[in-house]
């Protein structure tokens, strides 16, 4: 790579990759009264290590990241930080709470660097006072720490801390916000993003992080997963996003019956790993237990017999010094269900014909328009706020459709799961909950149907109001499976639910023998259960036959022809005539000369302007400009002018580079 100015090299080196650590995790156990929570708990965090926290819900993970935050006290055991390792931590669905706009919330985490700012104008303002300018020695001293001061507020990023926040803004879908909004009019979601944004921008030591995926539609997690493969710090994480997490971590901490075992490698790493120990210790577990049962044989045989009791009591002792292996403990008991139908549907299961959806008169989108046949396995994806569960509530009739048409074909029963799990009351325990849904069904077989959903014992009699997002998402799916519909319509179904269930969901989707509709930002599920994408935007619908990576293929390669069919029309409005597909890809490939040729001249211009900037602090310095008030100004003045031409080059740059 050619030389590159100072500012530009940054962006392609990183510090070098030593190892430091920043948090010890060492033997900590945690009770919630005489409940053992976790137990002997170790964790290790260096520089730049991306971890995943996996494990079942409630075994402890929110825990543990609470204790290491210190949010959460713990009873045995210590967490070891250096001094000046700073933590950053985000729980589940935190949202940010404040009377400021989303620019002045933002702004804040810069505050310092602001302060620098406003005393660096001091600074420029006191060089034109004649009590400084006609003091050569209080004029220098003044210019030394203007220099000091103006390169600490450049390393710590004080010329771009505004571009900074404008990229996280956007990252995270704020860009058609006005950013003079007040915080407090947005919505939950709304503000959960940007308390994950404003945790981005403070760029801590160690970044925790719990669920951070939840209320991120697909394209941002696209965007939080890039950005994250870049941070500086380390990563702590706990996600039930397989195809996030894969993207992510390089290490998987797993908590299992209490206690952690530690994997290298992303989440699909850690899966075979896990497999591939388990089969290994069973073997060894297998092996041993053939060879004691040989020696009790051998003992039992031998043991009364005067010519080989010797023998046998030798067989004894080597039994006595063998450590013997515990059987490997498998997976914890996981749920097991699957979805039936009462009676098949026709072929044709729902037709939406040019709806246009909204509430209270009010348009979200218009143009909708698809169709469902028996036995798909129908994914809606689309960016937050288009109205992708608006549109579902209203084929199920919860909304009223604005205009437009939806047909259900003949023989159709639906089955509703709501993300929200709106329809459980909160007044009820378990296994009324479910009972009074179906109370001609005998006792035994909604205990069972709780049980397979792992709600065992003393477990029904749990109110709903106490569950955890986990539990009630269970419950909402043991009352679907008791409907027995043909067609399932489900808004994101994989919502609380820990990796292991969402497993078992799939594989009972899988062999469904209905038909599914179902909105899911959790890009693994949709390409198991998808047979076709539809995508809802401003302009409508528009069908994918494929899986999610089919998706995401076709829709590259539609841009790309959009992108190549506005080149076209740009062309004819020109009035130039029309070019064959050679030509219009060597004008592509014109374009991309060109674009290289700015770049480069752009890189010549930064380095040139920064020699240039170092030139006029250097001769800031000299007494015979320095005493001249006049020349003084003038000179202040051409550094600002560079200093901004600097800025808006490095901005063109940026845009050009992507």
Do not use: C
Not at 61 to 84: C, F, H, V, W
């Amino acid at each position: 790579m050619r030389s590159l100015p100072l500012l530009l090299y940054t962006y392609y080196i990183t510090e070098v990759n030593t190892k430091m650590m920043l948090l010890q995790v060492q033997q900590i156990t945690k009770y919630f009264g005489a409940e053992l929570i976790l137990s002997n708990i170790k964790l290790e965090i260096q520089t730049k290590d991306r971890i995943a926290l996996v494990g079942r819900n409630g075994a402890g993970k929110s825990t543990l990241l609470k204790m290491i935050a210190g949010q959460l006290s713990y009873d045995e055991g210590a967490i070891i930080r250096p001094n000046g390792v700073e933590i950053g931590y985000l729980a589940q669905n935190t949202g940010l709470e404040s009377n400021l706009s989303i620019w002045d919330e933002m702004l804040s985490v810069f505050e310092n660097l602001r302060k620098m700012e406003k005393q660096l104008r001091s600074m420029e303002q006191k060089m034109t006072e004649p009590s400084v300018y006609n003091n050569p020695n209080a004029y220098e001293k003044l210019m030394q720490a203007y220099d000091d001061l103006q390169i600490r507020f450049k390393d710590e990023g004080g010329y771009q801390f505004e571009a900074d926040i404008r990229s996280v803004l956007h990252g995270f879908n704020f860009q058609q916000y006005d950013y003079s909004t007040p915080i407090h009019t947005l919505s939950g979601g709304q503000k959960t993003r940007l308390a994950l944004a404003k945790l981005l921008l403070k760029k801590p030591d160690i970044l925790i992080l719990d669920e951070p995926t939840n209320h991120l539609d697909i394209e941002t997690l696209s965007w939080l997963e890039q950005y994250l493969q870049s941070y500086q710090g380390a990563i702590l994480i706990v996600s039930h996003d397989r195809y996030f997490l894969d993207k992510v971590v390089n290490q998987v901490y797993e908590i299992s019956r209490h206690s952690i075992r530690k994997f290298h490698g992303n989440y699909s790493s850690y899966l075979v790993q896990k497999a591939e120990q388990y089969e290994r210790d069973l073997k060894q577990y297998e092996k041993q237990q053939e060879k004691v049962a040989k020696l009790q044989d051998f003992i039992q045989k031998n043991i009364a017999r005067a010519t080989t009791t010797k023998r046998a009591q030798s067989r004894r002792k080597q039994l006595d010094r063998m450590e013997l292996m515990d059987r490997p403990a498998g997976d914890e008991k996981s749920a097991h269900f699957s979805f039936e139908i009462e009676k098949q549907s026709g072929n044709e299961v729902l037709h939406v014909i040019d709806a246009e959806i909204g509430y209270n008169h009010k348009a979200i989108t218009r143009n909708i328009t698809f169709s469902v046949k028996r036995e798909d396995s129908v994914a809606l994806v689309g960016p937050n706020g288009i109205g992708k569960s608006t549109l579902i509530k209203t084929i199920i009739d919860k909304i009223p459709l604005l205009s437009g048409t939806i047909q259900f074909g003949s023989n159709v029963t639906i089955g509703y799961y709501d993300q929200e799990q709106a329809d459980l009351s909160s007044n009820k325990n378990v296994l009324q909950e479910l009972w009074d849904e179906y109370p001609l069904k005998p006792e035994k077989e909604i205990r069972s149907a709780l049980g397979n959903f792992l709600f065992s014992g003393d477990d029904v009699l749990k109110n709903v109001s106490s569950l955890s997002g986990g539990e009630k998402a269970r419950l909402a799916l043991a009352k679907l499976m008791l409907q027995k519909a043909n067609f399932l319509i489900l808004d994101e179904p994989t919502n609380h639910l820990d990796l292991d269930s969402k497993e078992v969901l799939e594989n009972a989707l899988i062999d469904y023998p209905g038909t599914i509709l179902f909105i899911s930002h959790d890009r693994y599920f949709i390409n198991r259960i998808a047979t076709k994408v539809i995508e809802l935007s401003q302009e409508g619908t528009r069908e994918f036959l494929g899986d999610y990576d089919y998706y995401v293929q076709k829709r590259e390669e539609m841009l790309e022809l959009e992108r190549l069919e506005n080149f076209q029309q740009d062309r004819k409005k020109t009035e130039q005539p029309a070019k064959t597909n050679y030509k219009i890809d060597k004008e592509a490939k014109k374009l991309e000369r060109q674009k290289k040729r700015r770049i480069e001249e752009i890189e010549t211009n930064i380095e040139k302007l920064e020699t240039e900037i170092s030139e006029w602090e250097h001769k800031l310095s000299d007494p015979d400009i320095f005493q001249d008030h006049q020349k003084m100004l003038q000179f202040t003045k051409e550094m600002e002018d560079r200093k901004k031409q600097l800025d808006a080059l490095m901005d063109e740059w940026a845009e050009l580079s992507e």
